[in-house]
Each structure stands twice: as C-alpha cells, then as structure tokens.
C-alpha cells in the first residue's frame, strides 16, 4: 500500500470486513517485525455505545486484533483515554473493550492513569503519556464524525486520547488547531482504520448517528483528515489544523494526491451535509473551553430548537476557561462561577445543561 493511498469497504460484517480490507492493504507487510510493539488507538471519548455515533465499533478493533495475531503479531496494546469529565475505566466496559481485552488476551492501558513525558513535537513541548514511547507500530482507530470545535474529527485529533487530562485542558487554552498539528509530528501514525460506521456529523459524542457502514485505512494521517473534510463538505482550509500539520511535516493535505481504492460497491456514496453546529454557534461567546463541556452545551441547544425554544435566547451564553474570574450575565461550567446566571460543573453533563437553559428561557 502506498503512502497516498485511502482504500474504503462497505459492508455490515464490521469484523470481517476490518480483516478483509487489512488483508488488501497487506499491513502484515507494512508492519514486517512479528515482535514489534504494535499500539491500537481507539476512540473512547465518553462512555456511550458505538451505535450512539461517537465511538470505536469494537467489530472493527476485533477484526483489526484477529488479523495480527492470525499473522503472528502478538505483542499488541490497546490504549486510550477518555475526554475530560468522564471516566475510561467506564468507557472500557461500556464500549466493549474489557470484553475485547479479555477475549484476544491484549491489554488495555487507560492513558488517564499514565505518566506523562515531555517531548519536542517540532518545536512545541508537549505532554504525552509514557506508554506511546513504547510503541514501534501505531494503529490509529478514529470515528470520522464532526466536531462542535474544529468541525471535523478523524485521525489527527484522535491522538489527543494519548496525552495527559492537564495537557487536553491547555490544547483548548492554546486554541486546540496549533497544538494538534504539532501533536501530529510529536506521534507518528503509521497506520490508521477509519470507523466511518455510524459517525454523529455534529456532535463528538454522539447521538445523531448517520448510517454509511463504511470504513477507511490510510497510512498518512494529513491525507486522511483532508479526505474526511473533502467527505464533510469543507474546504481543508475550514479545519487548521489540517494544513498546520502539513507544514509541520506530518503529512500532505492535497486531497488531489490522494489515490481513492474503493473495494465494493456503495464506497463511494456521498455523506449527508450537516450545519448544527455551525447554525447554533452564534449563541456562544466560547473561549478556551474543553471539548466535553462545549460539546454538553451544543447538543443541549439543539433539544432547545426542537422544543420551539431556542429563538427566546437573547443572551450570549458564554463558556471556556477564558471566562475565569470574570463576570457576566449567563455562563456554562465551573469557570463562569462569578455571572449572574451560571450553571456549575466540570463540565454540567447535557441534560443539565438543557434543563438550566430551558428554567432561564422560562423564567
């Protein structure tokens, strides 16, 4: 398989047809050493079931675990980290790891309980947990969905799972597009296989799954996000970081490089557009706040327009760590402890969020 290449199967047989597409990539020989030290990276944001179109399908992990120790791979790591505000050891059994870790006898490290190591990442010192410096073979496992932030999410973006809850805080501080392009040359990806399932085309966690049954692999994670974008509807240049990272030299965003390998019939089916989150940001005054309590209030406010009630919201709502110590009228989570009107937690979950909002609209 050659760098620029992005081979894509359909199909409803996730295991099967995970396995059967690594066999067309040959990733046994991409791979080589039978005792290279082989991570898998998936995506365990929250705590939710990957049909809820925020997670890694375990099929997809499982076909992708059988097809190595079929050929002979047998030094294998799962590792993850849920996003700040929930738990991974929750989201392991949730999702169906402990119940992968435990059938193919591959441990699962939960990356929120590991050690941090600082690295140069070209230029940028960045945490990262102490088990990505053990790895020689890294397989990343991201869902292409949207993102409430950055619009898209896919294999860049899924490496934040690889770095320490205090470093994912200061990404948000730092604007989350620089730091993920520099994340992007601090861990190499040499493989990844695109869970494009079920992914929510909106919200990070989920919970407005759109059907495609679909899943990628690629070896150049630049090319892939650029891919993803192009299969969202957005110009690369929507997502930054994207194009950061191929001027830090982690890849080539110039989806016109791209080789397209489609394997089966229906790979090729365009993806619905979606705007929610485009259409809802207006009401946010967001600075600096992390994925899970901004990605809580965007899914809130749209149960609010499906209730009729969003249009009565006159007032920013305003949310991040860039509100500390400030004041204002109506604020989300801990840091907008001093406005007037504030919700607390760290972060509220969703249905909170809705709740507050709809006494505030109410009242």
């Excluded at 030299?249 to 019939?265: M, N, P, Q, V």
């Amino acid at each position: 398989m050659e760098k620029n290449q992005i081979y894509i199967k359909s199909g409803t047989e996730y295991k099967e047809m995970t396995k059967e597409l690594l066999t067309v990539c040959d990733l046994a020989g991409l791979i080589g050493n039978r005792n290279s030290r082989i991570g898998i990276k998936p995506n365990l944001v929250s705590p939710t079931v990957a049909s809820y179109g925020g997670t890694t399908h375990p099929e997809v992990v499982a076909g992708i675990l059988e097809y190595l120790q079929e050929n002979e791979f047998t030094n294998l790591t799962m590792m993850e980290g849920s996003w700040v505000g929930d738990r991974t050891s929750e989201a392991y059994e949730v999702c169906g790891y402990k119940e992968l870790s435990e059938k193919y006898g591959v441990p699962f490290i939960d990356t929120q309980k590991e050690k941090a190591v600082v690295k140069d990442c070209a230029g940028m010192e960045l945490h990262l947990c102490a088990c990505v410096e053990n790895v020689d073979f890294m397989i990343n496992v991201p869902v292409l969905k949207g993102h409430c932030q950055t619009k898209i999410t896919c294999a860049l973006k899924n490496m934040k799972g690889l770095i320490p809850n205090f470093e994912k805080r200061r990404f948000h501080s730092l604007g989350l597009h620089k730091p993920i392009a520099h994340l992007a040359a601090g861990i190499y990806q040499d493989f990844i296989v695109v869970d494009n399932i079920c992914g929510d085309l909106d919200f990070e966690d989920g919970g407005h799954p759109v059907v495609m049954n679909r899943i990628l692999a690629g070896r150049d994670p630049v090319l892939m996000d650029a891919y993803v974008c192009h299969m969202m509807h957005y110009e690369v240049s929507e997502v930054p970081y994207v194009v950061m990272a191929e001027q830090l030299g982690a890849g080539c965003a110039d989806i016109h490089k791209a080789e397209i390998c489609l394997c089966s019939k229906g790979d090729a089916e365009p993806m619905p557009k979606s705007r929610k989150v485009v259409e809802l940001q207006d009401a946010v005054e967001e600075v600096e706040s992390c994925s899970a309590c901004y990605g809580y209030l965007i899914p809130a406010l749209d149960m609010l327009r499906e209730e009729g009630l969003f249009e009565r919201l006159e007032e920013k709502i305003c949310i991040g760590q860039g509100w500390r110590g400030k004041t204002g009228e109506l604020g989300i989570g801990h840091c907008t402890r001093n406005f007037r009107c504030h919700l607390d937690g760290c972060p509220p979950t969703e249905q909170q969020i809705y709740e507050f909002l709809k006494n505030y609209l109410l009242s």
